[in-house]
């Protein structure tokens, strides 16, 4: 059974922005935490941004403040990630990540359930 499925990458040139969707199941998704990871090759996974389905907090790594926005659509337990003013270096496989969380955020051990991941390229 598929818990978590990514939608919305692609190739895009520098400067432009692409929405990646992440669809959960009911379970995985109604009050638990639900974060963005990203994996460049040849680099470890890194958490990109993190919201609590339940609301009230967000989190974002530094390297996407200001540029990359989470949010969500309870009713279609569904997480988004908006990418605007993309970079060569934000080109890397996204993963999408569900869990209960009660360790660091930003770190995958934390995470209990995580997608096949979405290939986002960006180009200069």
């Known amino acids: 059974q598929v818990q978590l499925v990514e939608s919305g990458g692609g190739s895009v040139q520098a400067g432009g922005s692409l929405r990646l969707s992440c669809a959960a199941s009911?379970?995985?998704?109604?009050?638990?935490?639900m974060a963005w990871f990203r994996q460049a090759p040849g680099k470890e996974r890194e958490g990109v941004a993190a919201?609590?389905?339940?609301?009230?907090?967000?989190y974002y790594s530094d390297s996407v403040q200001g540029r990359f926005t989470i949010s969500q659509d309870n009713a279609k337990n569904t997480v988004y990630l908006q990418m605007n003013s993309l970079k060569p270096e934000d080109t890397a496989v996204y993963y999408c990540?569900?869990?209960?969380?009660?360790?660091?955020?930003?770190?995958?051990?934390?995470?209990?359930?995580w997608g096949q991941g979405t290939q986002v390229t960006v180009s200069s």
């Open positions: 990540a569900g869990g209960r969380v009660v360790g660091p955020w930003s770190s995958p051990r934390s995470w209990n359930y």
């Open positions: 009911a379970y995985t998704y109604n009050n638990n935490w």
């Open positions: 919201t609590y389905t339940g609301g009230g907090s967000t």
